[in-house]
């Protein structure tokens, strides 16, 4: 964006708008409907935009689950919501963007809905935010598949990934002898474990409620 670097010194620079609400339409809970998301394609760099739409948990829709950290809540940036901007977590944002950017096989989110807490409930409706807590249970235990977002990533979550995904446990680093590369999964798997997502309160209702094991993921 250009700058006129003439302008006074005294001038006021104004301040951005805040987003405009979104204008959710109500659920019904006695059908125990819940509002699920479409991710929008598009490069990395893209702006992040979604759809969203409501669905029946009576009807067995086929949808994954985001579960993820909030993260810092005062850090936040927007994302495109059926053509208005929203306000979301950084953290949430750049979960979305990687799903996106990266989205194939078993999280393939681009044709699976998508259910997010932060953005499929209502969060200024303190009634329907009730309701809908109440109805995670049954979300979870329905959902096709949870994708647990662990943050981004690194050079060691890069490593312990891979190390994991070809089968390699630490018994088996050990068995060939190389102390410095059990050494430094131990420490990648640490620093893994002590991310904010394994100290969130509904960690153990996302990961065992469903059926299918969640698949876990970082950024790259």
Known sequence: MAANLKTSRHAAVAPEPAPTP???TQLDISKREIRVLRI???NFEGAVAVSISVVSLNDQPVFN?????????????????????ISVTVNLESALRH?????????????TLL????????????????????????????????????????????WLFDTLNHG????????????DRWR?????????????WWSRLW??????????????????
């Open 115 to 158: 259910w997010v807490d932060a953005v499929c409930i209502d969060q200024a409706n303190t009634e329907e935010r009730n309701s809908q807590v109440r109805l995670m249970g049954d979300v979870y235990r329905s959902a096709n598949l949870v994708i647990v977002w662990l943050g981004n990533g690194d050079e060691q979550t890069d």
């Open 22 to 24: 979104y204008p959710f």
């Open 184 to 196: 430094a999964h131990w420490v990648a798997e640490t620093n893994l474990f002590c991310r904010s």
């Open 65 to 85: 689950t985001l579960s993820y950290a909030w993260g810092d809540a005062s850090a936040r940036c927007t994302i495109d919501l059926n053509g208005h901007e």
């Open 99 to 111: 799903l996106r950017s990266h989205a194939s096989g078993l999280m393939d989110v681009l044709s």
């Open 203 to 220: 960690t153990i209702q996302e990961a065992v409620l469903p059926e299918p094991e969640p698949i876990m993921v970082c950024g790259t």
């Open 40 to 42: 929008e394609p598009g």
């Open 168 to 179: 390699q446990s630490r018994t088996a680093l050990d068995v060939v002898g190389s102390t």
